[in-house]
């Protein structure tokens, strides 16, 4: 068999590295997306946003489910989740989840938010208290005329049990106590923001800023907004494509983005 001349050598060879370089490229197409599970508050208000520029800065392509930030946590201890977008603070997740963290887990904050209440334009109440909210929730104040509003019964719109937000209103407004028995549980926040703008008698605590870019026909009602952070939430050491997004996420040019 004749050898191969050198011209021949040198085309295989080129063949060979364009064969490497198409299939590293391949690869880097068809790598699996960064998999999120969580709050669907901080998917609009931060990961939304700023995705575009995160794919673009980081290379990371993100696969969000916004499940609520409880059911965040109980992927990422499953394993279906890469990370855990959070709007209530770690601990009190764990005590949503019923399981204690054997202290693998680590909270990565990105942003501050306020949880305020919000009632219907056309309602007359003012600022309600904390206290006053407390009695709201609790099933304690079942009027509006004993809040300042017209002699008409409340109805209270709490989110599922999936939410963080709803765990920060209970246990900042109610020490952990159950809800009015009669509350109106929502499946996302907006069915909360269409509810209260479409009722005079309904109330909802969600978040400011979610509130501010979607509500229409709302008022805050709110005397003392409840603090809190939206987090990344990650187990053990994350990986490098979880790095990446998460110093993006911390940055100042990605914080321009936020809502």
């Given at each position: 068999?004749?050898?191969?001349?050198?011209?021949?050598?040198?085309?295989?060879?080129?063949?060979?590295?364009?064969?490497?370089?198409?299939?590293?490229?391949?690869?880097?197409?068809?790598?699996?997306?960064?998999?999120?599970?969580?709050s669907p508050t901080a998917q609009k208000r931060i990961l939304e946003p700023s995705q575009k520029e995160l794919q673009k800065k980081t290379?990371?392509?993100?696969?969000?489910?916004?499940?609520?930030?409880?059911?965040?946590?109980?992927?990422?201890?499953?394993?279906?989740?890469?990370?855990?977008?959070?709007?209530?603070?770690?601990?009190?997740?764990?005590?949503?989840?019923?399981?204690?963290?054997?202290?693998?887990?680590?909270?990565?904050?990105?942003?501050?938010?306020?949880?305020?209440?919000?009632?219907?334009?056309?309602?007359?109440?003012?600022?309600?208290?904390?206290?006053?909210?407390?009695?709201?929730?609790?099933?304690?104040?079942?009027?509006?005329?004993?809040?300042?509003?017209?002699?008409?019964?409340?109805?209270?719109?709490?989110?599922?049990?999936?939410?963080?937000?709803?765990?920060?209103?209970?246990?900042?407004?109610?020490?952990?106590?159950?809800?009015?028995?009669?509350?109106?549980?929502?499946?996302?926040?907006?069915?909360?923001?269409?509810?209260?703008?479409?009722?005079?008698?309904?109330?909802?605590?969600?978040?400011?800023?979610?509130?501010?870019?979607?509500?229409?026909?709302?008022?805050?009602?709110?005397?003392?907004?409840?603090?809190?952070?939206?987090?990344?939430?990650?187990?053990?050491?994350?990986?490098?494509?979880?790095?990446?997004?998460?110093?993006?996420?911390?940055?100042?040019?990605?914080?321009?983005?936020?809502?």
């Amino acid at each position: 068999m004749t050898a191969p001349g050198p011209a021949r050598i040198s085309l295989m060879k080129a063949a060979a590295a364009a064969a490497l370089l198409f299939f590293a490229f391949a690869g880097a197409a068809l790598a699996a997306p960064l998999s999120l599970s969580g709050s669907p508050t901080a998917q609009k208000r931060i990961l939304e946003p700023s995705q575009k520029e995160l794919q673009k800065k980081t290379g990371v392509t993100i696969d969000m489910t916004a499940a609520g930030a409880i059911r965040g946590i109980k992927d990422l201890m499953a394993g279906s989740a890469g990370a855990a977008l959070s709007d209530c603070p770690l601990a009190l997740a764990f005590q949503e989840t019923g399981v204690p963290t054997e202290g693998t887990y680590r909270e990565h904050v990105i942003a501050q938010d306020q949880v305020v209440a919000i009632v219907n334009r056309g309602n007359k109440v003012k600022k309600l208290t904390g206290e006053q909210l407390a009695g709201i929730h609790s099933g304690k104040i079942t009027n509006w005329k004993d809040v300042g509003g017209p002699d008409e019964r409340i109805v209270v719109v709490i989110p599922p049990q999936s939410s963080g937000t709803r765990a920060v209103i209970q246990d900042s407004l109610l020490a952990g106590s159950a809800f009015v028995a009669n509350a109106y549980v929502t499946v996302t926040d907006i069915e909360a923001l269409e509810i209260v703008a479409k009722s005079p008698i309904a109330i909802a605590m969600l978040s400011e800023g979610f509130v501010k870019n979607n509500g229409k026909d709302l008022k805050i009602a709110s005397a003392h907004p409840i603090k809190r952070q939206l987090c990344v939430i990650t187990k053990n050491e994350p990986t490098e494509d979880l790095k990446k997004v998460i110093k993006f996420l911390q940055s100042s040019d990605a914080k321009k983005l936020f809502k």
